[in-house]
């Protein structure tokens, strides 16, 4: 990656600005902290043309910014699909009753369902990156950063967001597309997810089946026994 001078912009000749009178080697970017607009759209077009090439330079240089902003499109997606999926079954449900001659008017909430599953995603995302993190690098002696697993789970999550949108797409067309195009693209960013694992740490192969068996158990847990009687 070229590196540029961060006062006057000029590229930087042996990690020297030839312009500046100090003279020191400036980064165009500090490790993981900012991006260039043109990145992002660079790195998207990279995970459908070389998806493990791109995982592996985003994982290993850790991009936290341009995968935050990954994990933020992702879960405006998510929310969308989850309000229109809301929208659909509202629907259906508005459409039996009409048929028995009897009139059903319902409100749906799509701010709240919108916010819920916005936030909801994204609290996610950074409970997964810190389990990731605490398993690997504490239990299984990986030597890992959470912010590499933010960078892994934001670059994963660019498969997840195409899915979401051919997906809502299909939801007008045909149901079975619809489900047929999500599975699909889930199974496509698992295994991108598998394959990029290996570039968040060091830890044994043979202890990967184990991390990702606890992770999720442990999320399975939190979703179905602890947040329902939260709220």
């Known amino acids: 990656m070229a590196k540029f001078c961060t006062k006057c912009g000029a590229k930087l000749v042996d990690g020297a600005c030839p312009n500046c009178k100090d003279g020191k080697e400036q980064m165009e970017e500090k490790k993981g902290i900012t991006f260039q607009p043109e990145e992002m759209i660079t790195t998207i077009k990279g995970m459908f043309t070389k998806p493990i090439d791109t995982m592996k330079e985003v994982i290993e240089e850790e991009k936290v910014t341009l995968s935050l902003i990954f994990l933020g499109i992702n879960a405006i997606f998510i929310a969308?699909?989850?309000?229109?999926?809301?929208?659909e079954l509202?629907?259906?449900?508005?459409?039996?009753y009409s048929y028995f001659m009897i009139e059903r008017t319902v409100d749906i909430p799509y701010a709240r369902i919108f916010f819920t599953s916005f936030v909801t995603v994204i609290a996610t995302y950074v409970v997964i990156a810190g389990l990731f993190y605490l398993i690997v690098d504490k239990l299984f002696q990986g030597k890992t950063t959470f912010q590499k697993m933010i960078a892994y789970l934001g670059i994963s999550s660019v498969?997840?967001?195409?899915?979401?949108?051919?997906?809502?797409?299909?939801?007008?067309?045909?149901t079975q597309l619809m489900l047929l195009f999500l599975?699909?693209?889930?199974?496509?960013?698992?295994?991108?997810?598998?394959q990029?694992?290996?570039?968040?740490?060091?830890?044994?192969?043979?202890?990967?089946?184990y991390v990702y068996a606890l992770v999720y158990l442990v999320v399975f847990i939190?979703?179905?026994?602890?947040?329902?009687?939260i709220f």
């Open 159 to 174: 498969i997840v967001s195409a899915t979401m949108i051919v997906t809502m797409i299909f939801m007008y067309v045909s």
């Open 222 to 229: 939190i979703t179905m026994f602890i947040i329902p009687n």
């Open 80 to 87: 969308l699909f989850c309000c229109l999926g809301s929208k």
């Open 90 to 96: 509202f629907g259906a449900y508005t459409n039996q």
């Open 183 to 194: 599975m699909c693209g889930l199974v496509l960013s698992s295994v991108y997810m598998i």
């Open 196 to 209: 990029g694992f290996r570039y968040t740490t060091e830890i044994d192969k043979n202890y990967v089946g």
